[in-house]
C-alpha cells in the first residue's frame, strides 16, 4: 500500500490539539483510519492492541467518545479500565488531577482524558509518561473529533479543501468548531460562520484561521449562508458552559435545521453534528440523503483505532 511507503511514527504522542499536526500527518492518520473500516465493522479481526490497556478517564459526560474509543481498543483485541463518573473516583476525596493522571499512567499504556477544564489534557501529558489523548477539555479543543469531521468529509466528499463548509451554532463553547475551523483552514476549505451574536467564533480560533491563509465570513444569514454549502456542521448550544442561565435563555432555540429551510439547498449539501442534538435539528431531516452525523458518529471507531494503534506502536 503506498501510503505505508511512508511510514510515520506516532508512538508515544499525546494528541492534545489538532494544533499539534501537520497537513501530512493528519492525511497519514486519515488513510490508516481508511484501512480501518472493516476492522470497526468487525468484518475482519487482527488483536494489535493484545496485552494493551487503555485508561479511559471522563470527567464530563458522554456517549460516543468514550465508547468508541472502548470499542476500537477492544475491536484490536486490548483491554480498558477507567471511569465514566469522576464522584465514585477519589476526586471527591480532593485528589489532583495531575495524581490522578500519575495513578493511570502507572496501571495502563495510554489515557484517554476528558475534562472540563481548558488545558487539563495539557497537563495531564506533563504527569505521565505514556500518551494521552484529549477527549474534550473544556471548551478548548476535540482533537479526535476533528479527526474523524475531517474523516466523513473526504469520504463524502473525495476531498476536504474546495468544499464551502458552513459551521452553525454554538462556535464560542463549541470544542469541536475550534478544531474542526483550525483544521479546515489548513486545508483551504471556504469557511462561513454562522450564530447567534453572543455565541461567535472566539477571535483567537478567527486569528488562526486566518494565519492559515483562510478569510473565513460570519453571518448570521443561516438560509444565505446554506444556499451553495457543501457541508453544514451543526452544533448544539453548550447549556453547561454558560456562566448564567438567562444568557442561555436568549439563544436557545436560535436556530433549527428542518426540512423547509434545506429546500433550498444543494442537493448533494451533508449535514455533520457531533452529537448530542437536542434541538437543533429536526428528527424528520433524518430521513434525507443530507444526514450524515450518524455515519460521522461511526467514523470514530476507525480513527479512533487508528489513533490508538499509532500512538501504542500497533500495525494493522
Ligand atoms: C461534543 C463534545 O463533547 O464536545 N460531542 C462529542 O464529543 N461527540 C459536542 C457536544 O457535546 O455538543
Known sequence: ??????QMNFEGKDIISIKDFSKKEINYILNYAKEMVSYAKGEKYKDILKGKVLSSLFFEPSTRTRLSFESAMNRLGGRVIGFADPGATSQKKGESLADTIRMADAYSDTIVLRHPQEGAARLAAEFADGPVLNAGDGAGRHPTQCLLDLFTIKTEKKRIGKNKIVLLGDLKYGRTVHSLAYALSLYGADLTFV????????????????????????TSNLEKAIKDADVLYVTRIQKERFPDAEEYNR????????????????????????LPRVTEISPEVDKTPHALY?????????????????VTGGKI
Open 251 to 274: 439563544v436557545v432555540g436560535a436556530y433549527k435545521i428542518d426540512n423547509e429551510l434545506l429546500s433550498a439547498a444543494q442537493e448533494d449539501l451533508i449535514i455533520m453534528h457531533p
Open 1 to 6: 500500500m503506498s501510503f505505508f511507503l511512508i
Open 195 to 218: 450564530s447567534p451574536g453572543s455565541l461567535k467564533m472566539p477571535k483567537e480560533v478567527i486569528n488562526e484561521c486566518k494565519s492559515l491563509g483562510s478569510e473565513p465570513a460570519s
Open 294 to 310: 450518524f455515519k460521522q458518529a461511526f467514523n470514530g471507531i476507525p480513527v479512533r483505532m487508528a489513533l490508538l494503534s499509532l
